[in-house]
């Protein structure tokens, strides 16, 4: 049974789900250097929440490792560049605790503007300081929203039921989606900044949004706003921040998030008064932690015993009963790019992909993936749906692919040019009969092969005799012929063959069939047998 490495704590009924499924658990806590190391080299998964960080030296030998879990959602504690190109599916548990980090939010709000950790802190100082703590209602008040991705949004319609006046800066929302929200956006975030009594940061933290709040953008609120960073440490630019509430350009601010967690104990927020801190608080609640620990749970366990890919960071998104539907298809474009990595001639430079008909309509992304993969397979070791992409990009081979709708010949159909730096090798397939892989186009050639096993193609002129010429080589030679095909233009012509060979043929068969002077381009290729699907897959 595959093993799992639960690098961080997991809340028990996830680790209950994982011993259920039968999975061998390494669940150890705070594991450093050499025993960290070990411990996902060992695992075929890993779950991790935000303590342990995987770096791009820790995945440089990744043993056994195909997938990584963050029990969360941001996954900047993973290098997920790194993981991508070795080839190990990243997910994430996206949902599971949207709505307790909206609620820490606008708990935060609220203990901002009332000052409710202070006034708390005074009464147990035995004071009674009613005039201290004067607040500041939310009712009317402009709240601005930066990232109207799922925790925002949540805090946007929580805002608005607290009468505040909501508006959102989201480069990524669409004019509709930000119409179905019903609160007012604007086109960018100096446009937001100026009308914000109160600002909240919902983004990720990634190179673009490093200090996407900094000196210059906390200059631009009025006077006496308050932000708040409920997403990650760094989005506000700390330093920026703590000069701003020294100046008492701003009044105040709530953090739960920190660039360096927990801070140092002389960082400057910890001593400033018109701050509330929380120690990462967001997600802490039992019903968050339980949901993001099933659904890591859950994850994990479906992609390394179904291949069924949920949330994937580093993989086009893909539920569970399409995956099932594209099995096939991946299965088909893989075979497709292991027969023209085969085939082709020279240095690869693009795959065109055109999906006709039926296949057009599903997630044509992932199939160009595994195409990509199958392609790569015969030239790079380690490849897989996952990193195929990437590694074809590194490479300068450009994967692009088109859809129509339109059926053709057939319901549906895979067609690839590989263009080489020696010319265009053409490939097409089909799902016969919705279950079987056949090949139905090698060049300008219409035919219907097997796509398994030991191929063997050669061109040649449609001649009387020719094939039975073929039957004796190999009888002599004792390989078996499975099937055989033949595409042509027209009788008597030339022609294309593809033979399927029960066991590949000996060179002297070959050196005979090359002989034929009526013979060209012999080729031999293997693809993995029938039904065998990729090993990637799971
Ligand atoms: P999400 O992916 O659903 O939403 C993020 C949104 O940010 C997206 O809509 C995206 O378009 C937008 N965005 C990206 N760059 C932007 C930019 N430059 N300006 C404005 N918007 C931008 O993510 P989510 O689930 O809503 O999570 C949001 C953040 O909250 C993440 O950083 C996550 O790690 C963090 N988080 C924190 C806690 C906690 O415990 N405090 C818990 C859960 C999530
Ligand atoms: C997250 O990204 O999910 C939150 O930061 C909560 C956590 O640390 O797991």
């Known amino acids: 049974m595959p093993r799992i490495f639960v690098a961080d704590k997991l809340e028990a009924q996830g680790l209950q789900l994982l011993q259920q499924a039968g999975f061998e658990i390494d669940a150890r806590e705070k594991l450093t250097g050499a025993a960290l190391v070990e411990a996902l080299q060992a695992a075929d998964g890993v779950i991790v929440r935000s303590a342990t960080r995987i770096t791009a030296e820790l995945l440089q030998n990744p043993g056994k490792c195909r997938v990584i879990v963050r029990a969360g959602v941001g996954v900047d504690n993973i290098d997920v560049d790194a993981a991508t190109r070795r080839g190990i599916l990243v997910m994430n548990t996206p949902s599971g605790n949207t709505v307790s980090t909206a609620e820490q939010t606008i708990a935060l709000l609220f203990a901002l503007v009332r000052h409710t950790a202070a006034a708390d802190a005074s009464m147990r100082a035995g004071k009674w300081e009613r ?141 400033l008064s018109n701050v509330v801190l929380t120690p990462h608080l967001g997600a802490s609640t039992t019903e968050a932690q339980l949901s993001v620990a099933t659904e890591a749970a859950q994850l994990i366990s479906d992609y390394l015993l179904r291949g069924v890919v949920g949330f994937a960071v580093n993989m086009p998104p893909i539920d569970r009963a399409e995956m099932e539907e594209l099995r096939l298809y991946v299965d088909l474009a893989r075979r497709l790019g292991l027969l023209l990595g085969q085939l082709a001639q020279g240095t690869i430079q693009k795959a065109e992909i055109e999906y006709r008909g039926e296949v057009a309509r599903k997630s044509t992304r992932l199939i160009s993936a595994a195409f990509a993969a199958g392609l790569l397979e015969t030239r790079i070791e380690q490849v897989n749906i996952v990193n195929a992409p990437k590694l074809a990009e590194e490479r300068g081979v450009e994967i692009i692919s088109s859809t129509s709708s339109r059926k053709g010949d057939f319901s549906t159909m895979v067609k690839v040019d590989l263009h080489t730096d020696r010319g265009v090798t053409s490939a097409a397939g089909t799902l016969f009969g919705n279950q079987y892989l056949r090949l139905v186009q090698l060049g300008d050639y219409h035919l219907d092969a097997y796509m398994d096993g030991v191929m063997l193609l050669f061109h040649h002129r449609d001649l009387p005799g020719l094939i039975g010429y073929i039957g004796t080589i190999f009888g002599k030679h004792a390989v078996n012929i499975a099937q055989m095909t033949v595409g042509r233009q027209q009788p008597g012509g030339e022609a294309i063959a593809v033979l399927n060979l029960d066991s590949p043929p000996p060179d002297a068969a070959l050196a005979e069939v090359r002989a034929h002077d009526k013979i060209s381009q012999v080729s031999v290729v293997k693809l993995p047998p029938a039904g065998q699907m990729p090993p990637w897959f799971g």
Not at 140 to 161: D, M, N, P, Q
Not at 181 to 187: A, H, S, Y
Not at 215 to 228: F, S
Request: hydrophobic content about 45%.
């Open 131 to 271: 005039n201290k703590f004067v607040g500041t209602q939310l009712a009317g008040k402009t709240i601005g929203v930066v990232g109207l991705g799922r925790i925002g949004r949540e805090v946007a319609r929580r805002c608005a039921g607290l009468d505040m006046k909501v508006v959102g800066y989201d480069p990524v929302l669409s004019a509709a989606g930000a119409a179905n929200l019903g609160i007012e956006t604007v086109g960018s975030l100096n446009d937001l900044l100026p009308r914000c009594q109160f600002l909240t940061v919902h983004t990720p933290l990634t190179d673009e949004t490093r200090d996407l709040i900094g000196a210059e953008q906390l200059a631009r609120l009025p006077k006496g706003a308050r932000v708040l960073n409920c997403a990650r440490g760094g989005i506000i630019n700390e330093l920026a921040l703590v000069e701003s509430l020294r100046s008492g350009h701003l009044a105040g601010a709530a953090l739960d998030v920190f660039v360096e967690e927990p801070p140092p104990a002389d960082h400057p927020l910890l001593k």
